[in-house]
């Protein structure tokens, strides 16, 4: 299978710790994207990092990529209950993002 | 404005029913997708259209038909509706771009079908 692989599945911090998400993939990427999603909305665009990128950042987010490894992580540095969502990563295998396999998402929960 | 929308939001129906769910992106985007998310929140994609061709058919049963009028609409009709059916589905776009571009989501239709 294609799907990428989430870790932690679920995380809680509190407000001003730092979270990271991890995600691991098994076949060679074209890019890799990470998503957020907010209950009952839909998938928000956070990052998207090649596959001749090694770090990304954003704001208070930070995307590594190890291609020999096979992962990614997102990291959010001092994290706000309104960062609490479900982020997913998603696998580009062909040139558009659009077609990427998406993982089974981390969803975290910060408290005030 | 809404970049990616989608209509209806919420979409209750009993089984054996017609339904269609429309979507439209005013972003100019080349390829629009649908995508079906359980309720695990898992996400998969159902199917590609680039420039309202069919380029991805994921494993739909044929129920699903998706139509794409002109490049800006990609619409779902659903036949014989079934209960394991019940999901949230969400349209997306993107533009066709070498190494790849972010996708822009819909907000999602919540299909129930009782």
């Known amino acids: 299978s294609q799907q990428g692989e989430e870790d932690p599945q679920a995380l809680s911090i509190q407000e001003g710790e730092n979270a990271t998400m991890n995600c691991s993939y098994k076949?060679?990427?074209?890019?890799l994207q990470w998503y957020r999603q907010n209950s009952g909305r839909g998938l928000v665009h956070l990052i998207l990092?090649?596959?001749?990128?090694r770090e990304k950042h954003s704001g208070r987010l930070r995307v590594t990529l190890d291609t020999s490894k096979k992962s990614s992580s997102l990291l959010i540095t001092a994290s706000r209950a309104a960062d609490t969502a479900s982020y997913f990563c998603?696998?580009?295998?062909?040139?558009?993002?659009?077609?990427?396999?998406f993982g089974d998402g981390t969803t975290l929960t910060v408290k005030p | 404005d809404t970049a990616v929308s989608q209509t209806p939001k919420y979409l209750v129906t009993q089984m054996g029913n017609d339904k269609s769910i429309k979507c439209e992106q005013n972003?100019?985007?080349?390829?629009m997708y649908w995508y079906k998310q359980d309720s695990k929140k898992f996400l998969k994609i159902m199917f590609s259209?680039?420039?309202?061709?069919?380029?991805i058919n994921e494993t739909v049963p044929n129920r699903f038909s998706p139509k794409s009028p002109d490049k800006a609409h990609l619409n779902l009709h659903i036949n014989s509706l079934e209960l394991g059916d019940s999901a949230v589905y969400f349209c997306?776009?993107?533009?066709?771009?070498?190494?790849?571009?972010?996708?822009?989501f819909g907000q999602g239709t919540r299909l129930t079908v009782v």
């Open positions: 997306a776009s993107s533009q066709d771009i070498p190494g790849g571009a972010e996708a822009f």
């Open positions: 076949t060679s990427i074209n890019n």
């Open positions: 990092i090649r596959s001749n990128e």
């Open positions: 998603a696998m580009g295998f062909n040139t558009n993002a659009g077609k990427s396999t």
């Open positions: 972003l100019g985007h080349d390829t």
């Open positions: 259209y680039n420039n309202k061709e069919l380029i």
